[in-house]
């Protein structure tokens, strides 16, 4: 029953707070910019705004038009798998595999959809897209794998309850190194909104897309904002367990937030970095990751 | 080379060649030479006298001596010496040789020269159309005298824009079109990119689609003191030094001398935009690399630069200060200690902002070693301002040819030998601070006096030639008096013309991503009106329109008749 109700409470945490996270992060940022910034609520009106405006159709293939669908849906399911106070909605032995998998559906969803589109400014942008996908999913892996090693389960529940009753250890402190380090890549912020960049190839893979199937690839990126901080804080920092779950559940909400707003303000310090210079950080980063997995495999 | 030297070299070596020379000041040298003969004399003087090639300039004096005039303007920078080399050309055989292949930048002098006046540069490697627009017609030459200022050509369906045909190597090439708009080019300009993955092969441009005829009017319709007010009107963001320099090259050919204390006042208001100019580039420059946090920050230091010139001239821009003769109004005591007051508070933080962006690593990753231009290109191609400086090229009007109150000043210009635009970045950085130590000094001198001279009538025939450093590099005005209270010819030389030639060369082997920044390095200065866009034909797979459907839609929706 209580997974249920987490299951429940974090698909609506992930759709539905999604926006106001993202709200209160502009407000973060106009504030480091000197600026009064929006409303908190405006990233609603923004979403609602492209829902009721006309769709300019771009290519209206299959791909084109089912991609923001299958791209949020794969981003609730991934929702389910995220640990909520300790609690995993739905666990099963190995779904933790699954999580790495469905992570990653999102990301093809938006390349498959840019390049259904057919603009070149998006086929840069997938490019530049899948580059980065191939450095950074592995360390998102690697650093599940550093957890799993660890606990000696693919369970995700398990991991967390393993952790929670011990101290701190290096390997799942560089895992969780590694793992903050690819948030920036994996919700699309600068330094490493390189398939984006707005300045240079107009937003890439988006280019095409307007009206509802825009506000469904935008509200993508903001629930995936949360599943990824969630799944950090909910993997590496699962202390204090008060044995409230309610209290728990309150505890891992202000741990998201600090998260989000810790990737905000490294947004807002750094220049975008161009395509090869990502990869060429994403090679040490792996590289850590990796040392993490060798020290969890030595039982560090 | 002074002017005696520079013209025994060149009776020495062409003896034939010169026809005519006249010095009116010891600053200005006008040579005559026949067309058979300009290449050997411009090659001299600009590869052996080593002078560069600030501007040029195709007159239409048919209706007094039934010839056209072309004047190329060079300057011998060391020596505070500007020659003009002019030529004489029968209209009934237009055609002068080009320059282009002895001086690189005189590419889109000679090409303006054949859209405006239609004077045949021939050997030109690239003459295609530049300035006027795609629909105007082939045989129509808009400054020439007979040609109403208010001609209107008939409406053509289809146009083409001018774009050259791929080179070998980008043939295999994706095109990228950016452009005519662009989210971060805030003007209309259009390039197309030749990519291979992310690398720039080949790119192209097509430009002026906002010529607004601003020198036609000048000739045709204007007066000598509304000029200024037009003149101010070319930029949004260094207009005062247009409307300046318009003044100072009237001024000079009229041998008028402005009271000190408007020398002043000009020049307060000249470091007062490079001040604001360059702290709006460093925002841009930021803003294209994603870093919008110093975009906001260097936007908000800025801000107190408009309120003051708000408080002095009523406007945060387009300050309508300029007349020939002075300025049409005073700074007061109140005032420039207002200026102190403001400025010491932008220079601390500026130097904040300015020592924070330069010891970020991702900032220096982005910039270092791109848009390359080197110390060679940047003399062939003429380039001019923090662009010029920033490849080791020392060139600055404020020191090479002191203008206004610069005489009396004491400063050192900001050179760096890094060539790419990490360099531009420290040049404009070091500028800024140069600026407000300027406008102390100056605040600190300032003489009492009036503000305006008294100004006579403006005797017909002279000439004038007036350069000033604006932010983004030295803007050249030249100006031939006319008998009707007018100038007769006017040819405006902004600092964005030369260097944007040099784009090409700094485009060469880079990756789309830098692409912004490098023609966000220049400080590009487009200008400011709207056309209809073209749409991508290369790439089968996008919706495609044709130009008849795009210009039907264009019409349907603005209402046809418009026009005709």
Same mark, same amino acid.
């Given at each position: 029953m209580t997974h249920v109700v987490i299951g429940v409470f974090n698909i609506l945490l992930v759709l539905i707070a999604a926006p106001l996270v993202d709200g209160i992060l502009r407000k973060v940022r106009a504030r480091i910019h000197s600026r009064q910034g929006p409303p908190v609520f405006q990233t609603y009106y923004d979403i609602a705004k492209l829902m009721v405006k006309?769709?300019? !159709? !771009?290519?209206?293939g299959f791909l084109f038009n089912a991609a923001p669908v299958v791209c949020l849906a794969s981003i609730l399911m991934a929702g389910l798998f995220v640990p909520m106070g300790g609690v995993v909605p739905l666990g099963f032995a190995g779904d933790m595999l699954v999580l790495i998998y469905i992570l990653t559906i999102a990301p093809v969803c938006m390349c498959l959809g840019g390049m259904a589109s057919g603009s070149p400014y998006a086929y840069v942008g997938v490019n530049r897209e899948i580059m980065l996908l191939m450095v950074v999913e592995p360390v998102v892996a690697v650093t599940f794998i550093v957890t799993a090693v660890k606990a000696h389960s693919l369970m995700l529940a398990n991991c967390i309850e393993r952790y929670v009753s011990s101290p701190p250890d290096i390997s799942m402190i560089i895992g969780a190194i590694a793992f903050f380090l690819v948030l920036q890549p994996e919700v699309g912020k600068v330094p490493f909104d390189i398939a984006e960049a707005e300045q240079e190839i107009m937003e890439g893979p988006l280019i095409e897309y307007s009206g509802r199937k825009l506000a469904l690839l935008k509200w993508s990126l903001y629930s995936k904002q949360i599943v990824l901080v969630a799944l950090l804080v909910g993997t590496f920092f699962p202390w204090p367990r008060t044995g409230s779950l309610a209290l728990d559940i309150a505890l891992t909400l202000v741990k998201i937030l600090i998260g989000t707003v810790l990737v905000e303000v490294v947004a807002q310090v750094f220049a975008r970095l161009k395509i090869n210079q990502a990869i060429r950080y994403f090679a040490i980063v792996i590289a850590v990751a990796v040392t993490g997995l060798v020290l969890a495999v030595m039982g560090l | 080379m002074n002017a005696q030297n520079l013209i025994a070299g060149i009776r020495e070596k062409y003896p034939e060649a010169l026809l005519a020379s006249t010095q009116p000041n010891p600053f200005r040298l006008f040579l005559t030479v026949d067309r058979e003969n300009i290449q050997d004399v411009a090659d001299y003087i600009f590869n052996?006298?080593? $002078?560069?090639?600030i501007l040029s300039a195709a007159t239409d004096k048919s209706p007094i001596n039934n010839t056209y005039e072309v004047t190329y303007v060079f300057s011998l920078d060391r020596d505070n010496l500007i020659v003009a080399l002019k030529e004489v050309v029968p209209p009934s055989d237009p055609r002068v040789p080009s320059l282009t292949n002895i001086i690189p930048g005189a590419d889109w002098h000679e090409r303006e020269m054949r859209d405006l006046m239609g004077i045949v540069p021939e050997g030109h490697p690239d003459p295609r159309r530049l300035v006027v627009s795609d629909d105007w017609p082939e045989d129509v030459f808009p400054l020439r005298k007979d040609v109403p200022y208010n001609f209107r050509p008939p409406r053509v369906t289809v146009v083409k824009p001018p774009m050259r045909d791929p080179k070998e190597h980008e043939k295999q090439a994706t095109i990228l079109n950016i452009g005519p708009f662009f989210p971060t080019l805030e003007e209309p300009a259009y390039f197309r990119l030749y990519v291979e993955g992310e690398q720039i092969v080949g790119s192209d441009y097509r430009g002026f689609f906002a010529h607004r005829g601003i020198e036609k009017l000048t000739e045709t319709v204007l007066e000598y003191n509304q000029v200024p007010f037009i003149a101010e009107r070319i930029c949004g963001i260094c207009g005062f030094v247009h409307s300046a320099t318009y003044c100072m090259a009237v001024e000079q050919a009229a041998d008028i001398e402005i009271p000190p204390r408007a020398k002043y006042i000009r020049s307060i208001m000249l470091e007062l935009e490079r001040v604001h100019s360059h702290l709006l580039w460093l925002g841009l420059a930021a803003h294209y690399l994603g870093f919008d946090t110093v975009l906001m920050q260097a936007w908000r230091i800025r801000e107190p630069v408009m309120w003051l010139t708000e408080q002095i001239t009523?406007?945060?821009?387009?300050?309508?200060?300029?007349l020939v003769g002075g300025v049409r109004r005073d700074i007061d005591a109140e005032t420039a200690d207002k200026i102190l007051k403001t400025l010491a508070k932008i220079e601390e933080e500026t130097k904040e902002l300015v020592s924070a962006a330069v010891e970020d690593n991702s900032l220096k990753m982005r910039l270092e070693k791109v848009g390359m231009l080197s110390k060679e290109d940047a003399r062939k191609i003429c380039v001019v301002g923090p662009t010029a400086r920033a490849s080791?090229? $020392?060139?600055?009007a404020r020191q090479d040819r002191p203008y206004l109150a610069y005489p009396d000043l004491d400063f050192k210009i900001a050179v760096q030998e890094g060539c790419d635009i990490w360099a531009r970045t420290l040049v404009r950085a070091e500028e800024t601070f140069t600026a407000i130590a300027l406008i102390r000094q100056m605040i600190a001198k300032m003489p009492a006096g009036e503000l305006m001279a008294e100004v006579g009538p403006i005797p017909p025939w002279r000439e004038g030639i007036a350069a000033v450093e604006a932010p983004r590099g030295e803007c050249c005005h030249y100006v031939i008096t006319g008998p009707d209270n007018r100038p007769y010819r006017w040819r405006v030389r902004a600092s964005t013309y030369p260097q944007l030639q040099s784009i090409p060369k700094m485009l060469d082997n880079m990756s789309i991503a830098d692409f912004p920044i490098i023609v966000g390095s220049i400080d590009p200065c487009f200008s400011c009106t709207e056309r209809v866009i073209t749409v991508d034909t290369q790439s089968k797979k996008v919706r495609t329109y044709t130009h008849q459907e795009l210009l039907a839609m264009s019409q349907r929706n603005s209402g046809q008749g418009r026009r005709s």
């Open positions: 006309e769709d300019q !159709g !771009g290519t209206n | 052996t006298a080593k $002078a560069r090639l009523g406007n945060r821009k387009t300050y309508g200060m300029n080791g090229v $020392a060139i600055d």
